[in-house]
Each structure stands twice: as structure tokens, then as C-alpha cells.
């Protein structure tokens, strides 16, 4: 699909991101929605199978679910079966740490299912620095649990400052699984925006970063980094923020988010619980609209590397502070500029056609 089609919206999204619950076990430094504490009002069970009804009706292919930490509600199994059954592919992410030989059992089970399993060093010295004591053991035995049943899963890794020099290495132990490494962009949302500073790769490592992606095609990243495409050649993916337009995230509690990285107030089109639905909201929500027909601004216009990067990730200049017209803050020519009104953009929130 082209960058315009692709820009003005489809009649489904893509990737729809679904997190389940606010709560979580574990409290990583970086973690983008703060997760920890269950809200009162996320959604029922039912509220959550009349969604996941929409989506099928609306034909959507599959759903990333997250949380929080999706496995610890009650109905997880019942909800994803429920999506499976409905004809929805279902690719959820954990900690692993709930990962025991019941569910292992149950996830080797079923069809058109994929894991991701989080991990964030190749040593339980770096991970657990960032996602708590004893997090990289529990991680690796998730691992070993669906490896001994033959499943095939991916190893989500949070790129950073401090573990980016075990890249190879945590390329190996997927290999050493046959499962799949997938490499994701640090956010300054949630408790990312405490250590953004301190954890965000430094521009020798994202140059660097760009060079061992375009050596490691099989690799995944969501598009996390499409903005180090600038470099001269179009990393794999379709090297665009999608948010709006092919992307969006449900919140526990039914909000409906423009983007995953960007859980703001502003940012949310409207809640599932509102007549029309997530459907309503996807088709008529004056913020996707809005969304769709804008581009990035400001210098980035006149950048001759603007068709490779299109100015950037929304998420990190809104969470810095910064209009969403201005160039990336890891611009690869360094013109990412100081922190200004992250408001010029005047995002249209819940109002809806």
C-alpha cells in the first residue's frame, strides 16, 4: 500500500492495540501507561466480548494485546479464545513471570496465536535493573516452557542506552529458542518520561542501531524506528506514524487512543461505552479525521529526507514537550530543537461527527 493511501485511513485498523488491565505485577522504569494498579472501571467481560464483536464485524485481522499485564485477569483465556473463535488473530505480550505449564499448554494449543515475551538485557544485571530482581529468570523459563513444546514465540527488547551493546547477544538466545527478536523504541510516556534522559540511546548508538538493522532484516520493530531511515535508505516496514490512520489502542477502561505511545487525554477519540462504539469512533472521530489530512510541518517539509522519516514519532515530541511540527528530538541531523508547545498541534479529543 502507498504512504498516502496508507496516510488517509482504512475502514479497520491494522495494528489495533487492546490493553487489557492497568495492573501489573512488575513496575519497570520505563513502562509507557505506569501500569500497576487495576482501575474499578476497566472493562467487564462482557463489555470486552461486545468489543471484541465489533471487530469482528469490522474485519479486522488480528489485535496486539497488552496491558498492564494482560494474563493476570480472571477471563484472559476466555477473552482470547473468544477473539480466536470470532476469527481475530490474537498477538499478546507478558512478562512471562504468569508463564506457568498450564498456560504454556494452552498457548502451544491454539492457532494463530503469538507471544511476546519481554525481555530487556541479555544478562540479569541489565534487565533486571530495569524490570526488578529475578524478572530475567522468570522471562527466560517462559521461554523455555513454550520452546519445549515447539512454539515459536518473539523476545520483545526495549532498546537503551545501557543495553544496547548486547544486541548480538540477544539476537543469539532468540536464534538459540528459533524464535524471533523484536527491538522496540524507549518512550518517554508513563515512568518513561523519568528516565527518558538517562536510558534514551545516544546518536552514535542510534546510528549504529540503523547500520545493525539493515544487517539484521529479519528483525522486527513495529516501525519504532523509521525515523532513523533519514540515514539514506528505508528501513524494513512502512516507515510512517500510523497513529489514527492504520493504528490505534483501547485502554482498559475502553478509551480509545490515536496511538498506543501517546495515552493522553487529547489524544483519545472517545470511549467504547459511548453510542457508536469503537466502530464510531474509528469512522467519525473529528481526531482521526484530523489526524489523517495532517503531516508533519515546520522544517521537515523542506528536509530532503522527509518521504524516508516523516518528521518523526508523534509519542516523543509530544511527551518532550515539543510541537508535534517539529523534527523528531533523535533527528538524525540533530534539528530536533529545544522543547516548545507540545498544544500547537490542538488535538480534538472526544468530539465526534
Not at 68 to 96: A, H, Q, W
Not at 246 to 263: K, N, S
Amino acid at each position: 500500500m502507498s504512504y498516502d493511501l496508507l496516510r488517509s485511513g482504512l475502514e479497520a485498523p491494522i495494528c489495533l492495540t487492546w490493553e487489557m488491565t492497568y495492573y501489573c505485577n512488575l513496575r519497570c522504569v520505563h513502562c509507557l501507561s505506569a501500569s500497576g494498579v487495576r482501575r474499578d472501571e476497566e472493562l467487564t467481560t462482557e463489555e470486552a466480548k461486545r468489543l471484541i464483536d465489533e471487530w469482528a464485524e469490522m474485519k479486522v485481522f488480528y489485535i496486539n494485546v497488552g496491558g498492564g499485564e494482560p494474563m493476570s485477569r480472571p477471563d484472559f483465556f476466555e477473552l482470547m479464545d473468544y477473539c480466536l473463535d470470532r476469527g481475530i488473530g490474537v498477538k499478546f505480550s507478558t512478562n512471562g513471570t504468569l508463564m506457568d505449564e498450564a498456560a504454556a499448554d494452552w498457548v502451544a494449543s491454539r492457532d494463530y496465536l503469538d507471544v511476546q515475551i519481554s525481555l530487556d538485557g541479555a544478562t540479569p544485571e541489565t534487565n533486571d535493573a530495569i524490570r526488578g530482581n529475578g524478572t530475567y529468570r522468570r522471562a527466560r523459563r517462559a521461554m523455555e516452557r513454550l520452546a519445549e513444546r515447539g512454539f515459536s514465540f518473539k523476545i520483545n527488547n526495549v532498546v537503551t542506552r545501557q543495553n544496547f551493546d548486547q544486541l548480538e547477544k540477544m539476537y543469539a538466545l532468540a536464534n538459540r529458542y528459533g524464535a524471533q527478536l523484536r527491538l522496540t523504541r524507549l518512550r518517554p510516556s508513563g515512568r518513561g518520561q523519568n528516565v527518558w534522559e538517562k536510558m534514551r540511546p545516544t546518536r552514535e548508538q542510534n546510528k549504529k542501531l540503523y547500520q545493525w538493522l539493515l544487517a539484521h532484516p529479519d528483525v522486527l520493530t513495529g516501525d519504532s524506528f523509521f525515523h532513523l531511515s533519514a540515514y539514506g535508505q528505508a528501513l524494513q516496514g512502512m516507515n510512517m506514524c500510523g497513529a489514527g490512520r492504520i493504528v490505534c489502542c483501547v485502554d482498559p477502561v475502553g478509551e480509545v487512543y490515536a496511538c498506543p505511545f501517546v495515552l493522553a487525554p487529547e489524544f483519545s477519540g472517545g470511549n467504547v461505552r459511548q453510542p457508536g462504539g469503537f466502530a464510531g469512533i474509528w469512522r467519525e472521530s473529528l481526531l482521526f479525521a484530523h489526524l489523517r489530512e495532517w503531516q508533519v510541518g515546520g522544517t521537515c517539509e523542506t528536509c530532503n529526507a522527509y518521504d524516508l522519516c516523516h518528521g518523526g514519532c508523534m509519542a516523543v515530541k509530544h511527551f518532550t514537550g515539543r510541537s508535534l511540527d517539529s523534527p523528531d528530538p533523535d533527528c538524525v541531523f540533530g534539528n530536533a530543537g529545544e522543547p516548545g508547545d507540545a498544544r500547537q498541534f490542538v488535538p480534538l479529543g472526544r468530539k465526534s461527527g
